[in-house]
């Protein structure tokens, strides 16, 4: 299978691209700005690619740009969806990546694909949009939907939460600065979410919605714990204000069924799993 992959060179985009080469397929990266239409168009018509993985977006939800969300996960998406479909043969399928924080903060534990969204940040607004005008070209284009709850591993940038615990830890930082630590999400495994794209490129119905999860959210409190017990280092943790967000989703757990039920019961590590894996290479590099 030939897969064209927008955002390669990002955090899921490497994971995603050295499991797909593993299994045999062809990859290849596209390298143009997705906000240039023509740039897009040309090496899109050049790849002709069989199937798609869409991956390039504004995808940090603190990002001081709130325009720039739209002008690439919305715009940069059309531009891409309108390249597809000028190509003389179609892909077979195509992987559009949204998120899960679209269904922003529900009583629904855990959440399943058929909970309304409800957005509470330029993000996830953002991706919600790009759902609803990606399908508007279902009628030629296969397409369909993921929504990865929160996911981690190595080399992922320390903006977000997981590496940066984890840096603090291997470095036996004295102290770190968080916003609210009384939140509980789903910590999973990039790898995981790669192999599960992977295998829905093969078995996901065109114009559906699926779940990237385990169902096994965590406190980020218990998070910090098992670092601790991990290190054998204990942490001063003190809160700034300045990194408490407006509208914070206090429980973010989803539903895998529907996964489930399309690619079977996928390999899922444990977080002190996918912890000691990101600890062990740190440490080894700092």
């Known amino acids: 299978m030939k897969i064209l992959v927008t955002g390669s060179r990002g955090f899921t985009g490497r994971y995603f691209v050295k499991a797909a080469q593993e299994a045999g397929h062809e990859v290849l990266a596209l390298q143009v700005d997705l ?3 023509d740039a897009v168009r040309q090496q899109v018509t050049l790849a002709a690619p069989d199937t798609v993985v869409h991956l390039g977006a504004v995808s940090f939800v603190g990002h001081a740009d709130a325009a720039a969300f739209y002008q690439v996960n919305v715009v940069g998406t059309v531009n891409l ?3 597809l479909a000028s190509l003389e043969t179609p892909p077979q399928k195509i992987l559009l990546s949204s998120s899960a924080n679209v269904y922003g903060n529900c009583t629904q534990s855990p959440i399943t694909e058929a909970q309304p969204p409800a ?9 919600l949009a790009m759902e609803y005008m990606a ?6 284009l296969p ?3 993921v929504r990865p709850f929160n996911y981690t591993g190595l080399g992922q940038a320390e903006s977000f939460i997981i590496p940066k615990l984890v840096s603090h830890f291997a470095r036996r930082a004295d102290a770190i600065e968080l916003g609210n630590i009384n939140v509980e999400r789903e910590f999973n495994d990039v790898r995981f979410v790669c192999e599960a794209y992977l295998q829905l490129l093969d078995k996901a119905v065109s114009g559906e919605i699926y779940n990237i999860c385990s169902g096994r959210p965590v406190a980020l409190q218990a998070v910090l714990d098992l670092l601790a017990q991990m290190t054998a280092h204990q942490m001063q943790v003190n809160i700034n204000p300045a990194f408490v ?7 973010l757990c989803g539903s895998p069924s529907k996964l489930i039920g399309v690619i079977g019961e996928p390999k899922m590590p444990e977080l002190s799993e996918t912890l000691a894996w990101m600890l062990e290479n740190t440490t080894q590099s700092s």
């Open 119 to 127: 957005p509470v940040n330029h993000y996830a607004m953002s991706k």
């Open 245 to 251: 967000r407006n509208n914070e989703i206090h429980r």
């Open 81 to 83: 969806l309108d390249a």
């Open 143 to 145: 397409l369909f939907f």
């Open 35 to 37: 906000t240039d239409r």
């Open 135 to 140: 399908k508007t070209y279902l009628d030629r």
